[in-house]
């Protein structure tokens, strides 16, 4: 099928688009219009604000994107203003159908469609809750307590950050949760928090487990600060929080066999420590945020086979980067040395906290594989370097590489 003119072609879309029965529309494609093309795409949908419908119009240029509402008696302008720049690719889809416009370089209007059998689907609302674990506008004690959001569920501005960190740490620990068989333990999962700080994360995940999924749990936290360790008492006693301990002390100085180990920004080699207490106690998951890698930093050298990266590690910056790279990546291994399934991810945007890299690890691999043997072993050769996870691990990992 094809349309014999643009005015034709502006007539279909508009009749479309304002018609009922509109779900989505997307402008895309080479423009081949006269007005000047100012975004590279622009999708339009319905959206319920205050119960009544507004078309929502979604502009995207090179480097961001930008949102807004119009009324229906606002929606002409904007949706010709839209048709101007003449992309050369529109697809509009409704209860019924599915339109393909296309314009071919000769101004021709090729047109595409195809009957849909779904059901009319409801108006999304505009603030619609995202899948997130602790969502917004959803009043919640917890973060009310710690001062992230109001009573009414509104979510601090200068907490934005950190709240954003809490509900994608709890997402890992949910999709850990099953990769490491935890959820039917048939008696309360026993977590320990290995330099719990300021505890958000502490008290999050207690909160989460307990309150949201209905999943028993105990959490301690240790931390060798007696003031935070003092605060995160306050804030358990102020929600009630049973099964919920605090300890000050030492990472590893506490003897316990939890099923999982959090160590969230432990400041250098007290991630190791708490990797090394995660072993010992066999504990099934560990979740660890690394946090200023000092240690090794001070024994990198551009000498022997690391010789040929003497333009890397001259520099201060991109020397601590690696550090921090190579640190992690030991400690990843040493892991699946020892028999847990491991990898690295990013667990937030860099937005949101500088050190956002995790280590995931769930027990049960089996220990002492030769391939791994052999890639530490040779990592140590290259680097020429001895890292403090070996201290961490002690006699029974130094037997298994050595």
Sequence with gaps: MKIDSLESLHELVT????????????????????????????????????????????????????????????????????????????????????????????????????????????????????????????????????????????????????????NEFLKQLRHALDAAELRELGRPVEILDCGCGSSYLTLAAHHYLNNVLAIPSHVLGVDVNEEVIRKSIDRSERIAANGLSFACGRIGGIEVKPDIVLALHACDTATDDAIAQAVRGEAKLLLSVPCCHHALNRELRAEGPAEVLRPLLRHGILRERTADLVTDAFRALALRIVGYRTDVVEFVSTEHTARNLMIRAIRGAPPGDAGHVAEYREMKRFWGVTPYIETALGEPFLSMVS
């Design 15 to 166: 009749a479309t688009v304002l018609g009922p029965g509109f779900r989505r529309a997307t402008f895309a494609g080479v423009p081949r219009g006269n007005a000047p093309a100012v975004w590279v795409r622009v999708v339009v949908r319905p959206v319920e604000l205050r119960g009544e419908r507004h078309l929502q119009f979604s502009y995207f240029d090179a480097k961001k994107d930008t949102t807004r509402n119009f009324s229906p008696s606002e929606t002409t302008d904007p949706l010709t203003e839209v048709l101007a720049v003449g992309f050369s690719g529109i697809h509009i889809t409704t209860d019924a159908e599915e339109l393909d416009l296309r314009t071919t370089k000769k101004g021709k209007v090729l047109v595409g469609r195809r009957e849909v059998n779904n059901a009319t689907a409801a108006l999304e609302p505009h603030n619609r809750v995202k899948d997130v674990p602790l969502p917004e506008g959803k009043a919640d004690r917890l973060l009310e307590v710690m001062g992230i959001a109001t009573a009414d569920g509104r979510v601090r501005p200068t907490m934005r950050a950190k709240f954003t960190q809490i």
